[in-house]
Structure formats: C-alpha cells, structure tokens
C-alpha cells in the first residue's frame, strides 16, 4: 500500500519560501507524477501543480511565478517550494499521487498524504 | 475554462438518494474525478474515469455526466456518508487540473 507523508515547517513568515517534502512509501515514487494541492481553511481545493519522476513540472498559472517542485528519486521524495508567502498561502497542504488514466479522464489522484497546515505569520 | 462549479451543500435523508452536481466548460470534453474529504483525515478517491470505483469504495456511489455537467450519485446514504466532496478534471491542454468550488454533504 503507497503511503505519502508531508513534512516541513508548519509556521513561515511572511515574504519567505514556504518548503515542503513529501516521502513516498510502500511503492516506488518512478513513473508517475506527483501532486501539490492545497486547502485554506474554509475553502476549497487547489491544485498547485505537479512533477514526474523526470523533473518535467506542470504549475497552476496563477501560482507559477512563486512555486518550484522537484523530485529525489533516491529518497524516493518530492518537494515544493512557494516563494514570498502571504496569509493567503495558509492551508493545509496535501500531497498525492497522479495516476493517468485515459485522454478523455487524464490523471487522478489515487493516493493522498494526510495533508499539513503551513500558516504564514510574522 | 478552468472553473468548475458545485452547489455549497446538500443533505439527504438516511438511506436516501442524493446527486451531487459539478458543472464546468471542461466537462463537455472530459470526465471529472470525485473525491470525498472529511476534517482530519486524507482525502479519499470515489470515483475516477467512466463511473469507475476505486477499490472499496461501496457501488453506492456512481457518477454520470451530461453536457457541461457531471454528478456524483449516493444511492441510499449512510451517515459515514457525511463530508465534503470535490470534483477534478483537466484542462485542454492535458497539463493542467483544477477542483470544482466543493459540495458538503449532510445526511439527516
């Protein structure tokens, strides 16, 4: 069974980079893409975007110009990295797994890390 | 269009019928992925594809779609029912996802 864990400060200051790393468990992080999505409190989901095991990244245009995601297949773990946080980017932070599959479905998001709070204060 | 839109909240009866509908521009080309959160836990998969059902989730659970409008059907509700749920699709370009607004589901 393919467990994901978030880990990584839980309280950023304002104007900094926020940093998260997911570890992947009982399966191998190769060959799939993996997933940043994110929930403020009281709203929704967000995706924030998503890397393969390749490097090759996908961001959400309206996060692009602050977010950075990388991938350490040896450590089977992900990361993600939002620059100059605002008390807009405090949310529970989930990682998960984005498996493919078909043109008409795309990808789908079949394993999920417990999620993280990160709340951005001074 | 990356906007997908979900009605606030639901409720239903025990062991009743409820749908839950996602509407979007997307949803004319595409499938949408359902998913189920409740408070503290990891969000769980319900539905992917076609009406596929990941496994262990009850066959209570069974999506359609219709033009710009894909729902998410309980039939017969039980009260581990009771949560939040979102739909997912993608973009044109097949690079991109994005979450409908969110529907929580109060069974009675």
């Known amino acids: 069974q393919v467990q994901l864990q978030e880990s990584g400060p839980g309280l950023v200051k304002p104007s900094e980079t926020l940093s998260l790393t997911c570890t992947v468990s009982?399966?191998?992080?190769?060959?799939?893409?993996w997933s940043w999505i994110r929930q403020p409190a009281g709203k929704g989901l967000e995706w924030i975007g998503r890397?393969?095991?390749?490097?090759?990244?996908n961001y959400n245009p309206s996060l692009k110009s602050r977010v950075t995601m990388s991938v350490d297949t040896s450590k089977n773990q992900f990361s993600l990295k939002l620059s100059s946080v605002t008390a807009a980017d405090t949310a529970v932070y989930y990682c998960?797994?984005?498996?493919?599959?078909?043109?008409?479905?795309?990808?789908?998001?079949?394993?999920w890390g417990q999620g993280t709070l990160v709340t951005v204060s001074s | 269009s990356s906007e997908l839109t979900q009605d606030p909240a639901v409720s239903v009866a025990l062991g009743q019928t409820v749908r839950i509908t996602c509407q979007g521009d997307s949803l004319r080309s595409y499938y949408a992925s359902w998913y189920q959160l409740k408070p503290g836990q990891a969000p769980v998969l319900v539905i992917y594809g076609k009406n596929n059902r990941p496994s262990g989730i009850p066959d209570r659970f069974s999506d359609s779609s219709s033009g710009n409008t894909a729902s998410l059907t309980i039939t017969g509700a039980q009260a581990e029912d009771e949560a939040d749920y979102y739909c997912n699709s993608r973009d044109s370009s097949g690079n991109h996802q994005f979450f409908g607004t969110g529907t929580k589901v109060t069974v009675l």
């Open positions: 998960a797994r984005a498996k493919y599959y078909d043109f008409w479905s795309g990808y789908y998001f079949d394993y």
């Open positions: 009982g399966g191998s992080i190769s060959s799939y893409y």
């Open positions: 890397i393969y095991t390749s490097g090759s990244t």
